[in-house]
Nanobody
Framework: QVHLVESGGGLVQAGGSLRLSCSAS????????LSWFRQVPGKEREFVSG?????YYANSVQGRFTISRDNAKNTVYLQMNNLKLEDTAVYYC????????????????????WGQGTQVTVSS
């Protein structure tokens, strides 16, 4: 069992930066693949970024967002730079096993654990 708690969301102007954190409680944090998803009202939750020993990014955030993890602190981070209006969403942290991750990381249904989400709002 893994309990995930996101933090770091907020209001930022376009072009600005935020760093999201996701702290995990439970055993064997380093055994989990961790990902960030986001969702806006009326739309499906979409994959943003994920990390195992490799890093994965959606095309829409490639070059602007950086994911990292600190296994000693049981925390995964999402550094978001050059934020755009379209990045406004609720951001969720999710965890799952590493198995077949490289082929299925964008599938919301493949994740076992989710955080409660943190709101990111980008203003003009």
């Amino acid at each position: 069992q893994v309990h995930l708690v996101e933090s770091g969301g907020g209001l930022v102007q376009a072009g600005g930066s935020l760093r999201l954190s996701c702290s995990a409680s439970g055993r064997a944090f380093n055994a989990y693949a961790l990902s960030w998803f986001r969702q806006v009202p009326g739309k499906e939750r979409e994959f943003v970024s994920g990390i195992t020993s490799d890093k994965y990014y959606a095309n829409s955030v490639q070059g602007r967002f950086t994911i990292s993890r600190d296994n000693a602190k049981n925390t995964v981070y999402l550094q978001m730079n050059n934020l755009k209006l379209e990045d406004t969403a609720v951001y969720y942290c999710a965890a799952r096993s590493w198995a077949y991750y490289s082929n299925t990381y964008s599938r919301e249904s493949s994740y076992d654990y989710w955080g409660q989400g943190t709101q990111v709002t980008v203003s003009s």
